[in-house]
């Protein structure tokens, strides 16, 4: 244990639901260990790192801090994305500026953690905000070498792309949301008979896209991983065949990647399927096509219970890696780590690797897809 040194925590990224539980839940456990240790909270993520620190952060927090936050969606601590971490393309025609204001915020960022005796910092987010938290360590080390420094992430995404844990915290209650959403507008589309075709966030990956479609009872879904699923073409014979077996309304859920993919996707889509003769043939009139997003909405609201446990048990678990050095009955673990859950436990990786193998992606092989293909409207149903 590091009994003179300070713990820092901050939110970064997207908010998530469930990221004021992380923070509480890893001052409680922290506190409940050693409560004479600082704890400093740095606001609007890694910005509060690179600031005047007497307006950007909070020193020697108490638990007044974190009551009642535990039900509030967002993040208390105010949250952001950096693009001065990001690496700028070898082609940027502003790269050298870019590099110059990178050096900066990492000189100012890495003198700061230093000036406040911090040995760890908690940093809640996503694979993005893993890759600035390495960044910011690595320069710490090698600025101040004889100073011990890590980082504890906590996955926090409603894109629930992270590798090294099954679920990350956001992820439920945006995924109820979203459910919440498609019965909503199943009330609408069903009452006038159309096609509703509903745009889902989930950045380059498409779990959200897919496990709400699936709970949310959706016709098709299409999703960046899998080509098939947004092909135009196999899309508008699926509805085809669907109201030659009376079906007579639709939902499609597409997530946000494929649009990135295919510019217009959906707007494209609408097109084809009012346009389409073997659909017209059987309604008499062609079948009418809506596009909704649903966007932040689905970021948005009180965090599901899921969600709040799932952030109790990471940010406990961040609390034992920094004063024991590993997870209960569990071997030893050096430099910076991410904690992650497998079912209910929690689990350890290296936060290399953890951002080498992010954002993980579906597959056609994972199971959650094959169930897709299984519960969604087929050309060749059988019944
Ligand atoms: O990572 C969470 C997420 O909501 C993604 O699904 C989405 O692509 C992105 O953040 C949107 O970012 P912003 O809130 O900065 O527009």
């Known amino acids: 244990m590091h009994e003179t040194s300070s713990v820092g925590i901050l939110t970064s990224g997207g908010d998530a639901p469930g990221m004021n539980s992380a923070v509480r839940a890893a001052f409680r456990s922290l506190k409940m260990r050693e409560p004479d240790r600082e704890i400093v909270f740095f606001r609007e993520g890694f910005r509060g790192l690179a600031r005047r620190l007497d307006s950007s952060s909070d020193r020697s927090v108490d638990r007044r801090a974190v009551r009642d936050i535990i039900h509030r969606g967002g993040t208390f601590l105010g949250t952001g994305r950096v693009p001065e971490l990001v690496l700028p393309a070898a082609d940027a025609p502003d790269r050298s500026d870019r590099l110059a204001a990178r050096e900066a915020f990492l000189r100012v960022a890495v003198a700061n953690l230093y000036q406040m005796n911090l040995s760890h910092l908690v940093v809640v987010g996503g694979d993005g905000s893993f890759r600035g938290a390495r960044l910011i360590a690595d320069t710490f080390r090698e600025t101040f070498p004889k100073r011990p420094f890590s980082v504890v992430g906590i996955p926090a995404s409603i894109d629930n792309d992270i590798f090294g844990s099954q679920y990350s915290i956001g992820f439920d209650t945006a995924l109820n949301n979203v459910v919440d959403a498609i019965r909503k507008i199943r009330d609408t589309v069903e009452s006038h008979k159309r096609a509703i075709i509903l745009e889902v966030m989930g950045n380059t990956s498409g779990w959200l896209a897919l496990q709400s479609a699936i ?29 030659r077996r009376d079906y007579r309304y639709f939902i499609i859920v597409v997530a946000e990647g494929v649009q990135r993919m295919v510019p217009d996707w959906s707007q494209h889509l609408a097109e084809k399927i009012e346009l389409d003769k073997a659909t017209r043939d059987v309604l008499g009139a062609p079948m009418e096509v809506r596009i909704n997003s649903i966007g932040h909405l689905a970021r948005g609201g009180s965090p599901s219970a899921f969600d709040n446990t799932l952030a109790g048990l990471l940010g406990s678990a961040a609390a034992d890696v920094i004063q024991l050095g590993h997870l209960p009955g569990e071997a030893a673990i050096e430099g910076d780590v991410v904690v992650g859950c497998r079912g209910p436990y929690p689990v350890v990786h290296p936060l290399a690797e953890v951002v080498a193998k992010s954002p993980r992606l579906v597959t056609e092989e994972s199971p959650l897809f094959q169930l897709s293909e299984k519960l969604m409207l087929q050309a060749a149903q059988p019944f």
């Open 215 to 243: 709970a949310g009872g959706a016709a098709i879904v299409a999703i960046p991983e899998v080509e098939a699923t947004h092909d135009h073409a196999a899309i508008v014979s699926r509805l085809a065949a669907g109201v």
